[in-house]
């Protein structure tokens, strides 16, 4: 797929002390990554899970960017359920005594913010393959023939490829006119 995409993704590996969450650009432009504590990963989970779970309609407009909105401001309470269960995690461990709760809800707010341009990542895919469609249309409207147009074979092609077929032709007639023979004969 050559539009944009993204895809949230914990780094476990990058999750010592003193690591502020921080989402990253990636080399890839498609891809994001957003970092966080693995022990926050339930609550970041119940809170992707409610903004995927909302009920979308496609209405043959780009507007899948307006409905992830709408699944932001639906999943508000998740959001703050989530955040708090974060913090709550997080207070009682000391290795994780760096991250405070304007870090934790920058993280919740980042993954609703990835979860829009989804969204807008599917209006931009509906609307170039509408615009491909145009221009394909008109393309075709700009370059095809102008009234009726004939093929003229020479004599000899059409005498070739009749006998070529004659054969086919009579040997498949040949079989419709036997099968309808034997299936009278057995109605009798």
């Given at each position: 797929?050559?539009?944009l ?64 909105r ?21 207070a ?37 393959t509408l ?58």
């Amino acid at each position: 797929m050559n539009s944009l995409s993204l895809i949230l993704s914990p780094f476990i590996a990058l999750q010592g002390v003193g690591q502020a969450p921080v989402a990253v650009a990636n080399d890839a432009p498609e891809t994001w990554t957003l970092e966080y504590p693995r022990v926050i990963q339930p609550f970041v989970e119940d809170y992707r899970r409610c903004l995927t779970r909302q009920t979308r309609r496609v209405t043959g407009q780009a507007d899948f960017e307006q409905q992830h909105r709408r699944d932001v401001e639906t999943c508000t309470e998740a959001f703050e359920e989530a955040q708090e269960g974060a913090n709550r995690m997080l207070a009682g461990r000391a290795e994780y005594s760096d991250y405070s709760p304007a870090d934790i809800r920058e993280v919740f707010e980042h993954i609703g913010r990835i979860h829009v341009a989804r969204g807008a990542d599917l209006d931009n895919q509906f609307t170039f393959t509408l615009r491909s469609a145009q221009q394909a249309e008109e393309q075709y409207q700009a370059e095809r023939p102008k009234g009726l147009v004939l093929e003229l074979r020479d004599a000899s092609v059409v005498k070739a490829r009749t006998d070529a077929t004659a054969a086919a032709a009579e040997a498949a007639q040949e079989q419709r006119t036997q099968a309808r023979e034997e299936a009278s004969g057995a109605q009798d």
